[in-house]
Nanobody
Framework: QVQLVESGGGLVQAGGSLRLSCAAS????????MGWFRQAPGKEREFVAAIRWSTGGSTYYGDTVKGRFTISRERAQNTVYLQMSSLKPEDTAVYYCACDLRYSTNLRVAAAYDHWGQGTQVTVSS
């Protein structure tokens, strides 16, 4: 049973920063990659960022967050972080973390992931 526990969401003013964390408990399988998605009311789920667990940890970003958000990982603790800076009101959404246990070639799509967290709300006020 894999569980993903997210934390770090909240309310922040535009231009501010937040850091999200997501810890994965994968008792019998190793994490191959982890990612963050977000979903705003009335909109489809959007890819935010992803990182591979292998040495080197290739990273991927959605176009709307590139240059403002940074994804990182702590492999020993199966934890992924999303540092969000220069936040904008349009970043307001529920943020979900997800993990890939099978090795997917494209971490930008939701279908690549095997397990999802419950989501954490991020609200950016103008």
């Amino acid at each position: 049973q894999v569980q993903l526990v997210e934390s770090g969401g909240g309310l922040v003013q535009a231009g501010g920063s937040l850091r999200l964390s997501c810890a994965a408990s994968a008792r019998t399988f190793g994490v191959i990659g982890m990612g963050w998605f977000r979903q705003a009311p009335g909109k489809e789920r959007e890819f935010v960022a992803a990182i591979r667990w292998s040495t080197g940890g290739s990273t991927y970003y959605g176009d709307t967050v590139k240059g403002r958000f940074t994804i990182s990982r702590e492999r020993a603790q199966n934890t992924v972080y999303l540092q969000m800076s220069s936040l904008k009101p349009e970043d307001t959404a529920v943020y979900y973390c997800a993990c890939d246990l099978r090795y997917s070639t494209n971490l930008r799509v939701a279908a690549a992931y095997d397990h999802w967290g419950q989501g954490t709300q991020v609200t950016v006020s103008s």
